[in-house]
């Protein structure tokens, strides 16, 4: 009987043990992303307009993490690097309150911008998996920016310049290359499903009022979850016109 009870408490003594051993490497574990994360932070903090494409480098310290704190930086990290640097929208900003524009909201889409464009389909799934609505929202406008700002002809607004914001010129020439029946260099597809994604996600709660929201939401109005579609509407309503089925253009 003594011998039952020694040989009962060394089992559970042994899965005691297990328990404890599993428990610290989870917490070590932890503890390393934890690490990780906050230096890959400290990285990010080091980054401004002057070095901004250099922000790429501290991806490889959380590269192997997918929690929500490590996708807000990757996010952060591709926004960066494709410079989108908090100096660009500061600027953006003072330049759409203080300008009497025709377009702000396609001003606002087009300072999104990133370079090279891919950068902002990089930035995507990360944003996106951050769970941070604000994130989900500037990744898709994001790609809307980036791609419709590639339409333009080199040596005037460029989103690689953190210091750069586009002239209503430019994007009166942003909106004449991608309102039908232009193609925006072939990707109103791809425009129409980031548009569909911000309808969906951010602009279908108490954002849906805003002004960017009001014209996404418009956009979408009509056309029946079509991204193509949905993107040729979206740039009628920027330049404050309608988009006729029958002719295929803003009216």
């Keep these: 009987m003594l011998k039952q009870i020694k040989f009962n408490l060394m089992g559970i003594n042994q899965n005691l043990l297990m328990v404890f051993v599993m428990t610290f490497f989870l917490l070590s574990c932890e503890s390393q992303e934890t690490d990780d994360i906050a230096s890959a932070q400290k990285c990010l903090d080091g980054i401004s307009s002057a070095n901004y494409a250099s922000a790429e480098s501290c991806m490889a310290k959380i590269s192997k993490y997918n929690s929500s704190q490590a996708n807000i930086i990757k996010c952060s990290i591709k926004f960066l690097s494709g410079g989108l640097t908090t100096e660009k929208i500061a600027n953006a900003y003072k330049k759409i309150s203080e300008d009497s524009l ?85 990707n109103h597809a ?7 994604t911000l309808s969906e996600s951010y602009c279908a709660g108490t954002n849906s009022t805003s002004d960017i929201c009001t014209e996404i939401n418009s956009a979408i109005t009509g056309a029946g979850g079509n ?5 040729k509407q979206l740039f009628c309503v920027l330049d404050n016109k309608t988009y006729d089925s029958m002719s295929d253009s803003c009216i």
């Design 102 to 186: 025709a377009s702000k909201e396609a001003t606002f889409i087009a300072v999104l911008a990133l370079s090279p464009s891919t950068k902002a389909t990089e930035a995507q799934p990360y944003c996106e998996a951050s769970g941070v609505d604000g994130l989900v929202y500037l990744s898709n406008l994001a790609v809307v920016g980036s791609l419709m700002s590639a339409t333009l002809p080199g040596g005037g607004y460029d989103p690689a310049d953190p210091n750069s914001v586009p002239t209503p010129a430019e994007i009166a020439t942003i909106l004449s290359n991608c309102s039908p029946p232009a193609n925006c260099g072939g």
């Design 190 to 196: 791809t425009i129409g499903n980031s548009v569909l």
């Design 227 to 231: 991204p193509t579609l949905v993107s």
